[in-house]
């Protein structure tokens, strides 16, 4: 399978707890995003890389967030201290140089936190 | 089963017959849109893209209309299948950055 890959796909801790999630992309494409999905709502952009630059970053990621992209490949989200607000599926897209190419998504990591 | 017009977060339809699902985006400057499937437990899945400088594009039993004067997207799938059943989300984005914003999902349901 050559699709993106997230692991692992679900994750159950308690509150105040610090989570890690990899994301590996397709691997000839050089853009990776992260996006949060509620229940019921659709993917909330979280923030995105070219290479392993991390280009822009969105309001909803708060300081406990951090995101990176070491050799330009597979990428973490943390969460540190996590809350109950967290509770969500977390997406990986990755994508082609061009923007106006479509982003494939992996399967997401569910976070539940206790 | 149709719905045309205005979006629905649910459309019911019977398998065989055509659906059309709509999607209203936000950003004027939004140059690129995609439509995605997404059936429960996993992730968004490609269905078919149309860039600005177009108005219609086919694929295979999938149709997608985009009226920027309206601001208006729409996804028609011929024949529904029950395999079709699933969350449809159209999503816009701009050349400079690509990250999507994402519509409000509509809940197919396909009667046998």
């Known amino acids: 399978d050559t699709g993106v890959s997230q692991n692992p796909r679900h994750k159950i801790t308690k509150r105040g707890q610090n989570v890690t999630f990899r994301c590996d992309p397709i691997?000839?494409?050089?853009?990776l995003y992260w996006y949060r999905q509620t229940l019921g709502q659709g993917p909330e952009f979280l923030t995105y890389f070219q290479n392993e630059a991390q280009l822009e970053k969105s309001r909803l990621l708060s300081d406990r967030f951090s995101a990176e992209r070491p050799k330009g490949s597979f990428s973490t989200l943390e969460i540190q201290r996590t809350e109950q607000g967290d509770s969500a599926m977390y997406l990986c897209?990755?994508?082609?140089?061009?923007?106006?190419?479509?982003?494939?998504f992996g399967d997401g990591t569910r976070l539940s936190i206790l | 089963g149709e719905s045309v017009g205005l979006h629905l977060p649910t459309l019911s339809v019977q398998e065989g017959d055509n659906s059309i699902i709509n999607c209203a985006y936000s950003?004027?400057?939004?140059?690129?849109f995609i439509w995605y499937k997404q059936e429960s437990g996993k992730g968004p899945q490609f269905i078919i893209d149309i860039r600005s400088n177009m108005d219609k594009r086919q694929g295979q039993r999938v149709t997608v209309l985009l009226n920027k004067t309206v601001k208006h997207l729409s996804l028609q799938i011929a024949a529904t299948q029950p395999g079709d059943s699933a969350v449809y989300f159209c999503a816009e984005t701009n050349i400079n950055t690509g990250k999507l914003i994402f519509g409000q999902g509509t809940t197919l349901q396909v009667k046998p």
């Open positions: 897209a990755s994508g082609a140089g061009y923007s106006n190419q479509p982003q494939h």
């Open positions: 691997s000839e494409h050089n853009r």
């Open positions: 950003n004027s400057a939004s140059d690129y």
